[in-house]
């Protein structure tokens, strides 16, 4: 069974661009999690779609959004860029159908450098 | 404020000892412990987890210990090996996918 797989692994934009990072899950997962990896922060939670809906957000301000089309593929996207957006971006998937003990299975990322 | 704590960034341990990486929580409502391992520029990838009605979870040389009243989480290696040698993160989680990770610990193991 393919894994988790993320486009583009890597990513260079200067500041007020905005971008788009792409998420497919593992067969057969309905959910799909994104998370920002910095090393001032750790692993923050940005946001969950379940079936095209966001189920759970993070605290993290309206420029970054993201959706979920019909075959779970995901995509987040992040406008007017800022220099402290410059991270590793991970993507999760889970069948996402039980109560908490889903265990979520993550993509190698995207890294991306604001200039 | 930072509701999980691994308050140990590093820990270097010999091969063929155990590993012991500790993970301290402050919400009670947390339901699903879980660990991932990671490598540099790769994904966290997922070891072992264990939920709030037990406090043993063993899988091999991994043993995932849960003490609730002392909101402590331990992961257990033994024996130690090189290929042990990562980023451990805990990830805490309450009935949704949202998960809660801590600060993360980077055990090297030392032939």
């Known amino acids: 069974k393919a894994g988790v797989t ?36 750790g692993l923050q939670f940005l946001f969950e779609y379940f079936s095209e809906t966001q189920r759970n957000k993070g605290n993290f301000p309206g420029r970054f959004s993201g959706r979920q089309f019909s075959n779970s593929r995901s995509e987040m996207n992040v406008s007017t860029l800022e220099l402290g957006d410059s991270a590793l971006y991970l993507c999760a ?3 996402g159908t039980g109560t908490g003990g889903n265990e979520q299975f993550f993509g190698p990322g995207t890294r991306l450098t604001v200039l | ?6 308050n ?24 699903y412990f879980l660990w991932y391992k990671k490598y540099p520029a790769e994904g966290p990838t997922f070891l072992i987890s264990i939920s709030s009605i037990k406090d043993k979870n063993e899988d091999g040389r991994f043993t995932v210990f849960l003490n609730k009243s002392a ?10 090996q090189p290929g042990d040698s990562a980023v451990y993160f805990c990830a805490l989680t309450f009935g949704n996918e ?9 055990l090297t193991i030392i032939p």
């Open chain 1, 93 to 95: 998937s889970s069948p």
């Open chain 2, 98 to 106: 949202k998960l809660t990770f801590g600060t993360g610990t980077r």
């Open chain 2, 1 to 6: 404020d930072q509701q999980v704590k691994q």
């Open chain 2, 8 to 31: 140990s960034p590093s820990l270097s341990v010999q091969e063929g000892r155990i590993s012991i990486l500790n993970c301290d929580y402050t919400n009670s409502m947390f339901d």
């Open chain 1, 6 to 41: 993320q486009t583009p692994r890597y990513l260079i934009k200067t500041r007020g661009q905005q971008v788009t990072l792409s998420c497919s899950p593992i067969s057969g997962h309905r959910s799909v999690s994104w998370y920002q990896q910095t090393p001032g922060q």
């Open chain 2, 71 to 80: 909101k402590h989480l331990s992961l257990h290696i033994v024996p130690s």
